[in-house]
């Protein structure tokens, strides 16, 4: 599965920049206001699929917040044990998981906040943190060794 793997969802959701030319950004919403979720009548929206909802402009899943990024998250599929600590802990549900396997990260909603990175137990760790601009074939050639115990 490649580490830039985007969800199918997410492809056909026509996902957009919140503060482009045709959108409020969040920075300009009125403080107070009330922000919709979905257009319209949304009482049975629990059970609607996520492809049959009327998502609204200001929901988070149909626009990115990639551009708040500074630093990202990079996953090696090589040394996860798939204990699902990151899918757990990312407060913006941006860790990819099917069936228990950690599969890698939503970029169009992952903040760059480094929970992830943090809570990974491996050594070492199989997300780190790189700047937003290093391609991930470069991130992962720079990948640590495990460390040793130091000898009491
Ligand atoms: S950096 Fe933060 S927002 Fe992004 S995947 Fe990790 S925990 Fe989630
Ligand atoms: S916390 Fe680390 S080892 Fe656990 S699933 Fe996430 S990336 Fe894999």
């Not at 059970?47 to 090696?76: C, G, L, M, Q």
Request: hydrophobic share 30%; aromatic share 8%.
């Amino acid at each position: 599965m490649p580490q830039d793997l985007k969800l199918k969802a997410a492809q056909k959701r026509g996902i957009h920049q919140l503060g482009g030319d045709e959108l409020v950004g969040w920075d300009e919403v009125t403080q107070g206001v009330i922000l919709t979720s979905f257009e319209g009548d949304a009482s049975d929206i629990a059970h609607k699929k996520a492809e049959e909802r009327n998502y609204s402009d200001f929901n988070s899943y149909t626009a990115t917040v990639a551009p708040w990024r500074v630093i990202k998250p990079v996953f090696n599929r090589d040394i996860c044990i798939d204990c699902q600590n990151c899918w757990v802990w990312c407060p913006d549900s941006s860790i990819i998981s099917r069936d228990k396997q950690m599969l890698g990260i939503d970029y169009d909603h992952c903040k760059g906040c480094e929970v992830c990175s943090q809570v990974c137990p491996t050594n070492p760790k199989s997300l780190l943190m790189f700047s937003e601009y290093e391609e991930l074939d470069v991130a992962l050639s720079q990948w640590p060794e495990k460390k040793k115990k130091e000898k009491k």
